[in-house]
């Protein structure tokens, strides 16, 4: 009799898979520097939630890809654990500050599903710019929002098998 199944399900797998697409395109060096995205701490948080959010927006359209979400979720709020403690928070405040990445991971899926959704690209850069740039008439924002909608509307018609690998995350640049 098994009480304990060894080994990651599917789901886990393919979430592992996934993450380590969306961390390769977004840590693209042509995506940092000047009039790109600021290659800081923060900078990075916000290009990795930003194709983190592309992948959710992707994987939702399919109902049988609830699991899937799921796995992925949790293995990108892993990586942001294992980050900041990479950098130095302390065990007692990681719990606080994870719990303000989820705030923050959060209204951004919302905000730029939302956008997505409703084709609205100004709105798109406009959050981008916000949360990227602090400064929503940032004009890298438009350059992330053009690749954030071509990403979107390239994945849609893709296999989710293939958004684990690096050109389904080749966008306009």
Known sequence: MKFWRFGASR???DARRLLGAVTAAARSPALYGEDMAPDSLQGRFEVMTLHAALALYRLRDEPGLAPLAQSFTDALFS???AGLREDGVSDTAVPRRMRRLA?????RLRAYSTALDAGDDGALA???GRNLFADESAAAAATFARR????AEGQRSLAVERL???DAWAGPA
């Open 79 to 81: 990586a942001f654990d």
């Open 103 to 107: 705030g923050d991971f959060y209204g």
């Open 126 to 128: 406009a959050a981008i």
């Open 11 to 13: 789901a886990d797998d």
């Open 148 to 151: 954030a909608r071509g990403l």
């Open 164 to 166: 684990f690998l690096p």
